[in-house]
């Protein structure tokens, strides 16, 4: 068995989540569970393949999460894994790139 990576979510990625679960939980719990689901798949298959994904941005890489406008982005640090967002894909990607300043 492969050894995983550590994943450690920034602040803004733990708000990035906790608003669009909220936002998901309002429309229904179905989908919330969806979305909570899909994001904690794209979390343990970057864990488990962190190297895979292509780079968005200098050290930066992206996760494209399946069925929702999600897109996560992370970069490797020795054995951790830095989650920067978990951001959505209709808004301006300068807010996701000023994190990592």
């Known amino acids: 068995m492969k050894k995983s990576?550590?994943?450690e979510l920034s602040n803004e990625a733990e708000n990035d989540f906790g608003n669009a679960f909220s936002f998901y939980s309002l429309e229904s719990t179905k989908i919330a569970n969806s979305f909570f689901q899909q994001i904690?798949?794209?979390?343990t298959?970057?864990?488990?393949?962190?190297f895979y994904?292509?780079?968005a941005h200098k050290d930066i890489r992206r996760f494209v999460v399946r069925k929702f406008p999600f897109v996560i982005y992370y970069f490797v640090q020795d054995k951790?894994?830095?989650?920067?967002s978990i951001f959505h894909t209709s808004r301006n990607p300068q807010i996701w790139k000023r994190r990592i300043k």
């Open 53 to 55: 994904f292509q780079k």
């Open 80 to 84: 951790n894994i830095k989650v920067v």
């Open 40 to 43: 904690d798949y794209g979390l």
């Open 5 to 7: 990576f550590e994943i």
């Open 45 to 50: 298959t970057i864990s488990e393949n962190p």
